[in-house]
């Protein structure tokens, strides 16, 4: 026990060094502290006997990167060298708070626009890449979206609490004959996706009786217009989300160049998700107090190297659930809040801890 405590002391005031670096007025002052950064870690690893992976040569070689990036490389030095680090120091994150949504009480429906949304308007918050809607929405029972048209956009919506039935215009109430992408009753894991593309007509109505549905309904602009329209329909379990981030909806196998028959296959680019025709990705967790789950931007779709990732902490827990971005105390989320997260590449890692009393249902919308 006392040498551990030695060991992690050790280690300690090597990252508090490590933080002086940017002090350091020339290249040659810096690989000065590496090298003795270098020896001191050789004579604790023969200390303890611990295998040390990484040489001097090798060390200074990452001179013109954080040193907390090199000393990550050192075994002993991996845990916290990573805890005291952030991931994406490079990126810009933005976080959009709750107060600064639109905001509707029509009585049957009480709704937040994250993005200017029917007669509310900000130039702040029009789009996000091809994300161009998100509203979280409750709908009170026996009340709904009675038939409606859309064209040319990818429309899904994220059921979080009660019931939401979609029934397709040309379908007679009544004549159901049971789930299927023209009729569904939704229920908390469910997630429906429509295509407008020429032009749809739908309804989404809260049948229930006593229940509100508590939902997210996103928008995205699809890579081009005039597709064929198309509906979708997946669970999502709950278990799943709460081992890290669920991936959702994916790009459709094929890209803007599909042809008819990939379009008629709907073969999403990861598997058990639901296809969208748009550089776009979403994933969904549930992540319990003092936990981080990591979100790999791109999620191994694309390797553009421009991309954009929009968090979403929706009003699940009265207040109670928080998350923090990237480590950095700026952007602690409460609920209804988001972020913008910009400047980032695929295959980046953006880690998302929940730091609040209960746990947090995070969504997660990755795009070009």
Known sequence: MLTQRIRDLFCQRILDLSSLLHAFPSQLQMKQFLLVLSLSVLLLSVFYNTNVSIT????LQSSSLPVTSAISRIPMFKNTATAMSKALQHAKITPHRSAARGHGDHGWLNTYHSFSFADWHDPRFHSFGSL??????????????PTHPHRDFEIFSYIISGELTH?????RKGAEGGQSDRFYRMHRGDVQFTTGGTGIAHSEFNEHNRDTVHFLQIWARPW???LTPRYHTRHFD??????GFVPI?????????ATAEQEKVAEPTIPDTIPIHADFVMGAGI???????????????????????????PMTKAGKAKIKLDGRDETVLEEGDGAFVDLVAAGDRL???SVGEAEAEVVVLDTA
């Open 56 to 59: 001097i040569g090798k060390i």
């Open 132 to 145: 161009r809607v998100l509203n979280e929405d409750r709908v009170k029972p026996n009340s709904g979206f």
């Open 167 to 171: 029934r397709d215009s040309m379908l």
């Open 224 to 226: 081009r217009n005039g």
């Open 238 to 243: 709950d278990e799943a989300k709460r081992a």
């Open 249 to 257: 909806l994916s790009p459709l196998k094929g890209g803007v160049d």
């Open 287 to 313: 992540i319990a107090p003092g936990t981080k789950f990591e979100w790999i931007v791109g999620a191994k779709t694309t390797e553009a190297t421009k991309r954009k990732v929009y968090v979403h902490l």
């Open 351 to 353: 880690t998302v801890e």
